[in-house]
């Protein structure tokens, strides 16, 4: 009998011993008087408030202990699940200014920490015209909706423009692009349209039209380039062609 008492005394304080390690000294632990919270640094640290000339970029993120988990957004997007990967890719950028956030924490734990930088691509020779966002996804109907855009461009009224790989659904001009009523829009992936003499030109960086395409359905991905372009002013009887730079597609 006086082993066997021994023993019962013995178990309980093994367990204020762990509880003690794993509550009181668990530096990962929110309760702990040696809690250290989670910390977060995104390299390359000279990435923030550079400007890039291509159109993808990869980081690495470094937590300050081996439960660190990380979640990330770009743009005020949906963050990500977190997870202990600290290496992403980012493709597909669109020229302009992007913002990362990450947020950090230790496995298990909920108390997060948060870092954010910025970063400018520009990667078109202007003057430029664009499918934008470069990256879309297509809706239950097997269509996508992307924008025509211009960047830095010089005034025109004529525009032509050739989109291959998928078949216009449809065509919206943005409301500063007064089109005549009696020019033919698009046919097939052929866009040619004239502006209304009495409306405003298309000019400098700005949303000419949003374009809704039907996607190969037999395809993953479906690639669009702008094949051709061509703009040009006129006034008075006289055209001036305008020299583009810089076509560039989606996918």
């Known amino acids: 009998m006086r082993r066997q008492c021994l023993c019962l005394l013995f178990v309980p304080a093994l367990l204020i011993m762990f509880c003690s390690k794993e509550e009181g000294g668990n530096p990962a632990n929110p309760a702990s008087p040696n809690y250290r919270a989670p910390e977060v640094t995104i390299e390359p640290s000279s990435l923030n408030g550079d400007t890039l000339t291509v159109d993808s970029v990869t980081v690495t993120l470094t937590g300050n202990s081996s439960l660190s988990e990380f979640s990330y957004n770009l743009d005020n997007g949906e963050f990500s699940n977190f997870l202990s990967d600290n290496i992403i890719t980012f493709r597909y950028l669109d020229d302009g200014v992007h913002k990362l956030t990450v947020q950090t924490r230790y496995e298990s734990w909920t108390d997060t920490r948060t870092a954010t930088i ?104 479906t690639t669009l380039t702008i094949q051709e372009c061509t703009a040009r002013l006129i006034e008075n009887s006289v055209q001036s062609d305008v020299t583009i730079n810089s076509l560039r597609g989606g996918i």
């Open 118 to 221: 910025q970063f400018v691509v520009n990667v078109l020779d202007t003057p430029a015209v664009m499918l934008y966002p470069q990256k879309s996804t297509v809706d239950a109907t097997g269509k996508v909706s992307i924008e025509l855009k211009t960047k830095a461009f010089p005034s025109c009224n004529s525009f032509h423009a050739v989109i291959a790989g998928a078949m216009i659904d449809t065509v919206k001009f943005a409301d500063a692009v007064k089109v005549n009523s009696n020019a033919k829009l698009w046919q097939g992936s052929t866009i040619d349209f004239l502006i209304d003499p009495n409306g405003s030109k298309i000019d400098s960086s700005m949303t000419v039209a949003t374009i809704t395409v039907i996607a190969d359905s037999m395809k993953d991905t």
